[in-house]
């Protein structure tokens, strides 16, 4: 294809600009937004590399719901309106060139041990086609796709019981209220003349 | 055509950049953002093996780990709004006690 060395560069340095401003940027909205447009544009590299099902699952799961969930906690809490204090002094001095070092190792290990500068082979034209994958989840990878399931209503479940407002209910509320009034309405009553 | 590794190189850049707004950032958000970008991260290695040997593997793989990740995100949602409630901030550095 003769356009796409041009196309990965824009993407990836999309997608670097967009990872930097999420960690740099002091308002949570809008690195929530950067993580936003890195999801789409890594979606769009997705496509590139012939997964066309998981680049649109990505875009579902990862920007459409996930990312959606963060803005409304977002809301919910905030946050953009707190005051940010001080951070500790020496955590950046120190974080950033640690970083360096695993980055230059990491580089070192790539030049070292590249292998051939070829593109990727060509596949066919259904590579990561929802029924090819969806033939392999449901023949080779049964067991995990169940298990998935059972993790995913367990995440409900959990979720649901964590949110519960922790007030009591009104019928609770009207319960210990009965129970207070039978207590004291039994002291009231002398003990021979006690009905059921 | 550009070479595998580039995806590979890109895959190690985002980590490093998620590593770094775990290490650095208070707000828990913020770092639970940055823990996504890690995933993503792996992800994309993930997609790139995959085309380089041709097989499917590893996007079932990413299938997965997309779908464990959105649970994840649900229940450490639900655990920040519950922290909030409690303490009334979501400041690492003043989350320092297990007390309560």
Redesign the interface.
């Known amino acids: 294809m003769p356009g796409l060395p041009v196309v990965f560069f824009i993407m990836a340095a999309v997608a670097i600009g967009t990872a930097a401003g999420m960690v740099i940027s002091r308002n949570t909205v809008y690195s929530a937004m950067f993580l936003v447009l890195n999801f789409a544009t890594v979606a769009m590299l997705y496509l590139i590399l012939g997964a066309p099902f998981i680049a649109l699952s990505q875009i579902t799961v990862y920007a459409g719901s996930i990312m959606v969930l963060f803005l409304f906690v977002i809301m919910l809490l905030g946050v953009e309106r707190m005051p940010d204090s001080a951070n500790l002094r020496w955590l950046p001095v120190v974080a950033i060139p640690l970083l360096g070092v695993l980055l230059a190792v990491l580089g070192l290990t790539f030049f070292n041990r590249m292998g051939s500068l070829a593109g990727a082979a060509d596949v066919s034209s259904t590579f990561g086609a929802p029924n090819e994958i969806g033939a392999l989840l449901f023949t080779q990878y049964t067991l995990p796709f169940e298990i998935t399931g059972v993790i995913l209503l367990t995440a409900v479940i959990g979720a649901i019981i964590l949110a519960k407002a922790d007030h009591p209910s009104a019928r609770d509320e009207a319960r210990a209220a009965r129970l207070a009034a039978d207590a004291s309405s039994k002291k009231d009553v002398p003990a021979g003349a006690q009905h059921d | 055509?550009?070479?595998?590794?580039?995806?590979?190189?890109?895959s190690?850049?985002?980590f490093?950049?998620?590593?770094?707004?775990v290490?650095?950032?208070?707000?828990s958000?913020?770092i639970?953002?940055?823990l996504?970008?890690m995933f993503?991260a792996s992800?994309?290695a993930f997609?790139?093996f995959?085309?380089?040997h041709?097989g499917?593997?590893g996007?079932?793989m990413?299938?997965?780990v997309?779908?464990?990740?959105?649970?994840?995100?649900?229940?450490g949602?639900?655990?920040?709004?519950?922290i909030?409630?409690t303490r009334h901030t979501?400041?690492m550095?003043k989350l320092n006690s297990m007390k309560g």
Do not use: K
Request: hydrophobic residues 65%.
């Open positions: 055509m550009v070479p595998v590794t580039y995806y590979l190189a890109l190690a850049v985002m490093m950049i998620g590593i770094l707004g290490l650095i950032r208070r707000n958000l913020v639970f953002m940055s996504e970008l993503n992800n994309l997609v790139t995959a085309r380089m041709g499917l593997t996007q079932i990413v299938f997965f997309m779908t464990v990740a959105a649970a994840e995100v649900a229940i949602l639900a655990l920040i709004v519950e909030f409630r979501i400041d550095d």
